[in-house]
T-cell receptor
Framework: QSVLTQPPSVSAAPGQMVTISCFGSSSNIGNNYVSWYRQVPGTAPKLLIYEDIKRPSGIPDRLSGSKSGTSATLGITGLQTGDEADYYC???????????FGGGTKVTVL | QVHLVESGGGVVQPGTSLRLSCAASGFSFSSYGMHWVRQAPGKGLEWVAVIWFDGGDKYYADSVKGRFIISRDNSQHTVYLQMISLRAEDTAIYYCAKDVAEYGGYGGMDYGGQGTLVTVSS
């Protein structure tokens, strides 16, 4: 059971938008930065969003992060077949004194 | 560009030890915290440990506390993970990652390598 809660899967047609939610608590999301990662099976994770809303260089602005209270959201617009992957949220938990991840969300492009 | 090369994985028996290394380049190594994250076959990401930029603070997941030790050599731009009393459930690909926050704190993890596979089996 993951400390952060994500939906197991989301799907949409090419060109559409998906959002992935990440629910936590005041000991983690509510008081620390959230980051988001994409992982294509068989490859290393890739940082998409850090410090809640920032994109590393090379990450397109089709991807966006937001946070409100104890939940965060990753949005992907203009969905492409290359967006099919597993997506994880992560943050620091001040009670556990540990980084915690969500269980991951599989994005399928219909 | 962050470049990380993990090494030291292999097949070991339960109860034995292993030391993983992660050689870093492309950034000011001594200014950033470094993490180890693992992924068991078919499972999600599991954070293992972090060591802050100067080695002064270290934190561990409960699942490895007391068995794994994270360390770093800033002169060699390398972070290590010493693993003892290995169990079958430690079987995973182990990734090292650079924290994006300079001089401590957590901001997110930048992965720059392909990981190293540890298999614990009799």
């Amino acid at each position: 059971q993951s400390v952060l809660t994500q939906p197991p899967s989301v799907s949409a047609a090419p060109g559409q938008m998906v959002t992935i939610s990440c629910f936590g608590s005041s000991s983690n999301i509510g008081n620390n930065y959230v980051s988001w990662y994409r992982q294509v099976p068989g490859t290393a994770p890739k940082l998409l969003i850090y410090e809640d809303i920032k994109r590393p260089s090379g990450i397109p602005d089709r991807l966006s992060g937001s946070k409100s209270g104890t939940s965060a959201t990753l949005g992907i617009t203009g969905l492409q077949t290359g967006d099919e992957a597993d997506y994880y949220c992560g943050t620091w938990d001040i009670s556990l004194r540990a980084v915690v991840f969500g269980g991951g969300t599989k994005v399928t492009v219909l | 560009q962050v470049h990380l090369v993990e090494s030291g994985g292999g097949v070991v028996q339960p109860g034995t030890s292993l030391r993983l290394s992660c050689a870093a380049s492309g950034f000011s190594f001594s200014s950033y915290g470094m993490h180890w994250v693992r992924q068991a076959p078919g499972k999600g990401l599991e954070w293992v440990a972090v060591i802050w930029f100067d080695g002064g603070d270290k934190y561990y997941a409960d699942s490895v506390k007391g068995r794994f030790i994270i360390s770093r050599d800033n002169s060699q731009h390398t972070v290590y993970l010493q693993m003892i009393s290995l169990r079958a459930e430690d079987t995973a690909i182990y990734y090292c990652a650079k924290d994006v926050a300079e001089y401590g704190g957590y901001g997110g993890m930048d992965y720059g390598g392909q990981g190293t596979l540890v298999t614990v089996s009799s």
